[in-house]
Each structure stands twice: as structure tokens, then as C-alpha cells.
């Protein structure tokens, strides 16, 4: 099962997305646990997790938070802006599994 952890601003457009990641990643049958945070939250929770995803809105944490998952030995990177704003589900969802590759 891969674990993916998004992080934005509040969680609230995020969450949409979990969503449809979730069913991009069930119609794929791959087992995937997908959640979204805040961003003052992402420290409680990134240990858990195989790879992470910010939301275009705080790319400028990007930096502040590759020092802790680098420490974690995973990768870190901003969701695609078009991607995210058109709900693209399976393009994130592909991309945070390429991510891990």
C-alpha cells in the first residue's frame, strides 16, 4: 500500500482532491492511503507517509519542508497548478507514484 500526504493552506480544496485521487487510485486497483493536512499539521503527521504533495498555494514551504522529508529519506513536491485546479485526480495521483519509483 503506498501512503501519499498532501499539505496545503487549510485542507479544504486539498480534500476535493484526496478525493479524487482516491477514486483514480481505486479504479486503478492500487491500494493507496491518501490524506490531506494543513500545513501546521504536516509535522504530526509526514513520518507516516511514503511520499508527500503541497498544494500550489504554498509552494513557497517547499524548501522549509524538503529538509524534513529529505531527514525522512521521501520525496517532496508541489502539486501541477492545472492539475490541481481542474481536480485531476489520476495526472496527481501518477505523478506522486512517479515520484516514488
Partial sequence: MVKILLCCAAGMSTSMVVKKMQQAAQSQGIEAEINAVGMEDFDSHYNDYDCYLL?????????????KADAAGKPISVINAMDYGMMKGDKILADALAMME
Fill in 55 to 67: 498544494g500550489p498555494q504554498i509552494k513557497y514551504k517547499l524548501a522549509d519542508l524538503k529538509i
